[in-house]
């Protein structure tokens, strides 16, 4: 089963409704640093402050009444938990998300903002497996994986299918990866529309397991992330590792100080909200690692939802914990 | 001599091509708080990062090509400043600037960015007039104030126009008060064009001049302004005093807090950055001082320039200012 661009125009038309058509901002300052026409895609400005609203809604929508009644459950502690909390009470179903015990209060705020149900677990992989599995057994909800999911995946790549609608002739996609649910969708579109769109994945130095698993041909899993973009610290899943392998034209890793100066660029410059797994594409560009004269480069915001009172430029505690 | 739609609408149609069109943001987090709907019109999301870019440029255009050659003056250490240099690059014109020598490094770089020649002068009104008019002499320059010119309302005024073209059909509309540039322009346009919305003005407790003006029919000048809104510390002008009376249906004024709390809704929920100034219109509603249910409410964000290294919430230097 591969994912396909009718899969994604499926999913655009299934959720359109309830998602922001997100804006492609520009600015004249960053494009004559970058040399190049730089479009953004402001995902920062979705639904929950993050695209992953897109993929949750697409597989909520494809749940049966039958299933949907039952509910559905994952395990998270970041923007897929209020994603998928969101869907849910729009669908008027039980959302159970499972959040390990050491859950920022932001983030546990967000999810019983709309009305799920939190199960605490511990803070490991194992216990928040576990525990995600005991529910849907006792509950008989839908598991709902943050990004190795063909629904999931079909939803963020509507996020392209708005990017090439709104600017259809560009050179280049710039998209961070995480655990690659974003790239998936994002490249399977892309290329389906324009196969001579170059898309290039970006990820952190210190999380960079895309990069080796890609050279590897096989999936090395991300053991010990150090990296202040937390939501990129996940390896890649079966599925999404063979879309990056089909349509991937490569990936570019970031210092952490080029995510930093990616992500107050764009607060300074472009006066929007990024968190710094959200500014790492454009980190790619800021300091001139990728130098693209001319070109017209598509670059995906992912997300704007960060603790304001801690940022990193005014804590030591954070940029103690950066390498350069 | 009066301010008109059809001046606004001329104005408009002169500078459209060479600002953004801003887009109209809104929340569902932020109605269902107010109990309204609310309508952000994002000029911090404008050229040089504040509404200024309208009035600065529409002047410009205005100058005849004699006049236009021995460029434009002002005063300012604050955004139109900034939007004055802008403009004059454009019509590659000079722009001389007279700027106090306590001016932050930040405002200062920003106008040198646009070529103008920075004059410094001592930090007083009556330094900053002086100078400017010697410039003037010497240079044959044209002196364009930050608001008290017509030609400026009528660029302000076309934030409006905007405004009610993306949604026709408000009740009101909240705007920041400082030396009444915006407000007389955008409450002549939004007057003219449909007289059943009202228009409130809103200023911080601390600079609240154009309530006390308004209350005692004549200008009682801002004398010890005592507010984190940097923007909004100025007097009113004879010729924006006229239109406030005119058409502006009442002030409301907020405190340090109500400011401090719609600045950091607006960045926490909406993910885009707004100054202290710029929040103060959406202050009026924050913390409900305003109820106005069911309503429809268009509200100005006017900025979004500010030292990212010294955040109210981040600094005690600041908070300690504050008054409740």
Chains 1, 2 share one sequence.
């Not at 026409?37 to 639904?47: A, I, P, R, V």
């Not at 057994?137 to 609608?165: C, K, S, W």
Request: net charge neutral.
């Amino acid at each position: 089963m591969t994912l396909t661009l009718a899969d994604i125009r499926a999913a655009h038309t299934r959720i359109r409704d309830r998602i922001h058509r997100t804006p492609v901002m520009s600015s004249a300052a960053l494009n004559e640093k970058a040399g190049a026409q730089l479009f953004f895609k402001c995902e920062n400005l979705q639904k929950i402050g993050a695209f992953k609203a897109r993929g949750a809604t697409n597989a909520v929508a494809l749940l049966s009444d039958e299933q949907a009644q039952r509910g559905v459950v994952t395990h998270s502690s970041g923007n897929h938990a209020a994603a998928l909390a969101r869907a849910a009470r729009l669908r008027g179903i039980p959302a159970y998300i499972v959040m390990p015990s050491n859950s920022p209060q932001a983030k546990l705020a967000s999810v019983l903002r709309y009305g799920a149900e939190v199960i605490q677990c511990e803070p490991t992989l194992a216990s928040r497996e576990k525990t995600a599995k005991d529910v849907a057994e006792r509950t008989g909800a839908t598991f709902i994986h943050p990004y190795n999911d063909e629904r999931v995946m079909a939803g963020q790549g509507t996020t392209a299918i708005e990017l090439l609608e709104d600017v259809p002739d560009l050179t280049d996609v710039l998209c961070p990866v995480g655990g690659g649910g974003l790239i998936s969708g994002v490249s399977v579109a892309v290329k389906s529309i324009n196969p001579e769109i170059r898309v290039l994945g970006v990820e952190p130095k210190g999380a960079d397991d895309a990069a080796q698993s890609l050279a590897a041909g096989r999936i090395i899993p991300c053991t010990s992330p150090n990296t202040i973009a937390d939501g990129l610290r996940s390896s890649l899943g079966e599925l999404t590792f063979e879309q990056i392998q089909l349509h991937v034209d490569g990936i570019v890793t970031v210092s952490e100080t080029e995510i930093l100066h990616a992500m107050r660029a764009i607060w300074e410059v472009m006066k929007i909200i990024v968190e710094p797994s959200g500014a790492v594409a454009y980190g790619a560009l800021v300091d001139g690692q990728l130098d693209l004269p001319g070109r017209r480069i598509g670059i995906i915001l992912t997300g704007g939802n960060l603790d304001l009172d801690k940022l990193p430029w005014t804590q030591s505690t954070h940029t103690q914990s950066i390498q350069t």
